[in-house]
T-cell receptor
Framework: NAGVMQNPRHLVRRRGQEARLRCSPM?????VYWYRQLPEEGLKFMVY????????ESGMPKERFSAEFPKEGPSILRIQQVVRGDSAAYFC?????????????FGPGTRLTVL | AQSVTQLDSQVPVFEEAPVELRCNYSSSVSVYLFWYVQYPNQGLQLLLK??????LVESINGFEAEFNKSQTSFHLRKPSVHISDTAEYFCAVTTNNAGNMLTFGGGTRLMVKP
């Protein structure tokens, strides 16, 4: 059973460009979470999605960031007009039931570097 | 809202020595607690979790953690560490009304020396 897949693993963008990060959850999981890890810091929650629905986006920056989880295909985290401060590791996690007691299974992350 | 504090950012220890990584949390409601391990350039892997019941939980590779409600702690321990345990360890908390959001501590880098 394949784990959570994320691509690309590394992404380099220049300031002002767009970054698209993809996440395929584990088979059978319909709940997806995105976290951001800034250098030398812990992970910070960004958004929680179910298929076609955003459940909680309380951790998302108000501008330039958006996320979706369509009926078919991976979840996408989109960052428009990237700035240097967006450089971080972005992790996706998935869980089967969407319960607080669920284990969240993490992908390997996408490391975004903004030049 | 809940929060997690990992008091030590780095813990150096010699191989085969015991280790304790400290984690304290703050929450006004009942909590679920997790320890994750992150090896260099990899994602997080669940080490162990406390949901309810016995306050002592164990992992398959010799780690254990004890939930202490009165001290609001969930410290991680291992009686004898190996070089391969060198990694970053994250404590995390969630609650039934946190919307499945995990709140992480800042992490503790365990450095095992030969």
């Amino acid at each position: 059973n394949a784990g959570v897949m994320q691509n690309p693993r590394h992404l380099v963008r220049r300031r002002g460009q767009e970054a698209r990060l993809r996440c395929s959850p584990m088979k059978g999981h319909s709940h997806v979470y995105w976290y951001r890890q800034l250098p030398e810091e812990g992970l910070k929650f960004m958004v929680y999605l179910q298929k076609e629905n955003i459940i909680d986006e309380s951790g998302m920056p108000k501008e330039r960031f958006s996320a979706e989880f369509p009926k078919e295909g991976p979840s996408i985290l989109r960052i428009q007009q990237v700035v240097r401060g967006d450089s971080a590791a972005y992790f996706c996690a998935s869980s089967p039931l969407g319960a607080a007691t669920d284990t969240q299974y993490f992908g390997p992350g996408t490391r975004l570097t903004v030049l | 809202a809940q929060s997690v504090t990992q008091l030590d950012s780095q813990v150096p220890v010699f191989e085969e020595a015991p280790v304790e990584l400290r984690c304290n949390y703050s929450s006004s409601v009942s909590v679920y607690l997790f320890w994750y391990v992150q090896y260099p350039n990899q994602g997080l892997q669940l080490l162990l979790k406390y949901l309810s019941g016995s306050t002592l939980v164990e992992s398959i590779n010799g780690f254990e953690a004890e939930f202490n409600k009165s001290q609001t702690s969930f410290h991680l321990r291992k009686p004898s560490v190996h070089i391969s345990d060198t990694a970053e360890y994250f404590c995390a908390v969630t609650t039934n009304n946190a919307g499945n959001m995990l709140t992480f501590g800042g992490g503790t880098r365990l450095m095992v020396k030969p």
